[in-house]
């Protein structure tokens, strides 16, 4: 008589195993809090930039250090989606001495004002447009977008020749099916932006690119692509127009975007690994194992 959907009331952490995890990853991944400090550069002209939440600091703080292990001559900084406790902010400092992080709460003083009222109202519902609007309109130069769900378990011999080389194109890395809603429309969205995309296949993890995209190109996009879809992700489609065509791909065998179960034998010349969705990969609390073994 009744039908009520008893799971989609529960609190997200406790809908699936994988929520729970999730919720729960820096008590998983505590022992990273055990391990020495990674410096980095802050004189750097290339910027390493990632956007974390209270939930993701310890597996930011691993992913952080997987890379300064190999490479450890850029900048990082550290973008607060707003939860950031000042514990958090002291552990990021003490584990990765010269660390630049930008609070949440400074950011909107700063850029705000510059914003639309679509990508104003974009940028406050869907976190991960700081990803994009921030990253464009706050910094200069050089820049790495990472996320923070990344380990690095081999020397990034592309990435670190990327930042060696001041004239480089701008780099991705691949994702599959990750973009249903906007590839069937893609001969449209071609035709109304002017290029011409094959695929989206497009992943915003893990980027690099030498200076800011224009904020009218960013307007001009999400307009477009708004009108299609508002899917969780819709940054990643906005940046896959703005870069791909330009852009040169990372080796897919070595730069590998995780989204379900992985046959090991294609993790096997991994240097880095982006786990989609976490916690869902079992192999991802084995090889954080592997990393925080070799930094102790």
């Known amino acids: 008589m009744f039908n009520i959907n008893f799971h989609s009331k529960l609190p997200w952490r406790f809908q699936s195993k994988t929520n729970f995890l999730n919720e729960h990853s820096n008590f998983i991944f505590r022992h990273i809090l055990k391990t020495n400090p990674v410096a980095c550069n802050p004189a750097s002209d290339v910027n390493y930039l990632t956007l974390v939440c209270h939930r993701d ?44 992080i930008l609070l949440r709460q400074d950011a909107d003083k700063r850029i705000n004002s510059q914003l639309n009222n679509e990508l104003f109202e974009m940028r406050k519902k869907d976190v991960s447009f700081l990803k994009l609007i921030d990253v464009n309109l706050l910094f200069e130069g050089r820049r790495i977008v990472a996320d923070s769900d990344i380990l690095f378990l081999k020397q990034p011999t592309e990435v670190i ?36 995309l094959k695929e989206i296949d497009y992943c915003s993890g893990f980027i690099g690119f030498n200076e800011s995209q224009p904020l009218d190109h960013i307007i001009h996009i999400t307009q477009v692509l708004n009108k299609i879809s508002q899917v969780w992700g819709l940054e990643q489609n906005i940046y896959a127009f703005l870069l791909k065509e330009r852009s040169t791909l990372l080796n897919p065998l070595k730069y590998l975007a995780i989204k379900d179960s992985a046959d090991p034998k294609s993790l096997e010349n991994a240097c880095m690994l982006h786990y989609v969705g976490k916690l869902k990969h079992t192999n991802y609390l084995t090889d954080a194992k592997t990393v925080i073994n070799s930094l102790r």
């Open 161 to 196: 020749d990327w930042i060696e080389t001041k004239h480089s194109k701008p780099f991705y890395h691949q994702v599959s099916n990750a973009n249903k809603a906007f590839e069937a429309q893609l001969p449209l969205l071609n035709s109304q932006l002017g290029t011409a």
């Open 57 to 100: 600091v310890n597996i930011c703080i691993l992913a952080i250090k997987s890379f300064l292990i190999f490479c450890n001559s850029i900048r990082i900084t550290l973008q607060d989606d707003g939860s950031l406790t000042t514990q958090d902010i002291a552990k990021f400092k003490h584990h990765i001495p010269g660390i630049d």
